[in-house]
T-cell receptor, first 116, second 114 residues
Framework: GAVVSQHPSWVICKSGTSVKIECRSL??????MFWYRQFPKQSLMLMAT?????????EQGVEKDKFLINHASLTLSTLTVTSAHPEDSSFYIC????????????FGEGSRLTVL | AQSVTQPDIHITVSEGASLELRCNYS??????LFWYVQSPGQGLQLLLK??????LVQGIKGFEAEFKRSQSSFNLRKPSVHWSDAAEYFC????????????FGQGTTLQVKP
């Protein structure tokens, strides 16, 4: 089946630094990718929709300057958490929508961010 | 507004017993419905989905789900649970149709007793 890979799987950073998380569709092209945030033992909350070649669409309440999303190619979207703080610690999961008539959706393995 | 409710936060069943996880949705049009499973620290794996047609949907790992429009439900079932089924289960509805944008329920943690 199709594979979506996230990197890094986990990252620890100091407060105030920025962290970039990559989401790659390894064997298909994805014009649309989605970024979710999951707190421990909670559900996934959609943060933004990442569209290749255009600006991301953010959900209400998500700070676009805090969570920078770039979708520079059909196989890569990046989420940068800028000036990270401990409250940004979370599990970030991406999904990629296959660019064909199936529109199938595949999820990455997630990236755990811990901000000290 | 679109929403998904999973009434059971935690369920424990014995291995070999049957399982039903409940999911209720709120959506104005015909919903696109999904069930995903998440193992600890992992991403999500699609178990099954409903877009249209037969309201009883077969998925992977022996799971099935039935779409009942009158009850706004999409409950997940398995006739005989295996210890490896212990995980977190999420029901989701496609926001805005089949756009790939999903709204998730709160999740149900399944524990399997030997």
């Amino acid at each position: 089946g199709a594979v979506v890979s996230q990197h890094p799987s986990w990252v620890i950073c100091k407060s105030g630094t920025s962290v970039k998380i990559e989401c790659r569709s390894l064997d298909f092209q994805a014009t649309t990718m989605f970024w979710y945030r999951q707190f421990p033992k909670q559900s996934l909350m959609l943060m933004a929709t990442s569209n290749e070649g255009s600006k991301a669409t953010y959900e209400q309440g998500v700070e676009k300057d805090k969570f920078l999303i770039n979708h520079a190619s059909l196989t890569l979207s990046t989420l940068t958490v800028t000036s990270a703080h401990p409250e940004d610690s979370s599990f970030y999961i991406c999904s990629a929508r296959r660019q064909d008539n199936t529109g199938e959706l595949f999820f990455g393995e997630g990236s755990r961010l811990t901000v000290l | 507004a679109q929403s998904v409710t999973q009434p059971d936060i935690h369920i424990t069943v014995s291995e070999g017993a049957s399982l039903e996880l409940r999911c209720n949705y709120s959506y104005g049009a015909t919903p696109y419905l999904f069930w995903y499973v998440q193992s600890p620290g992992q991403g999500l794996q699609l178990l099954l989905k409903y877009f249209s047609g037969d309201t009883l949907v077969q998925g992977i790992k022996g799971f099935e789900a039935e779409f009942k429009r009158s009850q706004s439900s999409f409950n997940l079932r398995k006739p005989s649970v295996h210890w490896s089924d212990a995980a977190e289960y999420f029901c989701a509805v496609g926001a805005g149709g089949n756009t790939g944008k999903l709204i998730f329920g709160q999740g149900t943690t399944l524990q399997v007793k030997p």
